[in-house]
């Protein structure tokens, strides 16, 4: 399987494009500029766009990519609420603008252990709360995408009006448990072995 990583310049957040065969993909997270993922997805089917967690550094452009794919979105309840919420994104706090999406595009709420089938493949859901309280993680085939949860060389933070330590180590300990072999994450490289 492949996967294509966009990283937006400015806050460093990472926007996959995951192929699910030669011409089906879904996009996993927001932030990266459409103009470069419209660039990996041409002549494709874009199945839809998952958001691991909706803070503004992951669902920055996420109007834009509705408008001109059309496809559905998949997230969880709690994240479907703070799009609309600029304080409860973050983008008030760290951007001073009030980024409030609205979605008119088929909405799908995604929940712990939810089993969606897209182009023949198979994608896990797994809760993965602790950074954000909508946190969800994404098992495709054997590959884990984590958002902010764990990065190669650490942990999400934990400072926010939403966040809990202890939860986020439970779903770091979850995820070991995961058959995965390679792990995506929200920031940075991606990596083979969760060794926090």
Do not use: W
């Not at 995951?18 to 927001?30: G, P, S």
């Not at 994240?79 to 909405?107: P, Q, T």
């Not at 993680?137 to 764990?150: A, I, M």
């Amino acid at each position: 399987m492949k996967v294509d990583t966009i990283v937006q310049n400015y806050i460093g957040s990472n926007t996959y494009v995951v192929h699910l065969t030669e011409n089906d993909v879904i996009i996993i997270d927001a932030g990266a500029s459409p103009e470069n993922v419209l660039e990996i997805v041409k002549g494709k089917n874009v199945h839809g766009i998952f958001i691991t967690h909706a803070h503004f550094d992951h669902i920055l452009c996420l109007q834009d990519y509705l408008e001109r794919f059309g496809c559905p979105l998949y997230i969880s309840k709690n994240g479907l609420h703070k799009l609309g919420d600029s304080n409860a994104n973050l983008s008030k706090m760290f951007l001073g603008i009030d980024l409030e999406i609205v979605v008119n595009n088929d909405i799908v709420v995604v929940h712990d252990n939810d089993t969606l089938e897209i182009a023949n493949k198979k994608i896990k859901v797994i809760e993965t709360t602790g950074h954000s309280n909508c946190s969800m993680s994404f098992l495709v085939e054997d590959t884990l995408f984590v958002g902010d949860v764990v990065f190669e060389d650490g942990v999400g933070r934990v400072d926010f009006p939403d966040s809990n330590k202890e939860e986020l180590y439970q779903s770091i300990s979850h995820l070991k448990q995961q058959p995965y072999s390679h792990v995506y994450a929200g920031h940075g490289k991606d990596f083979n072995k969760i060794c926090i």
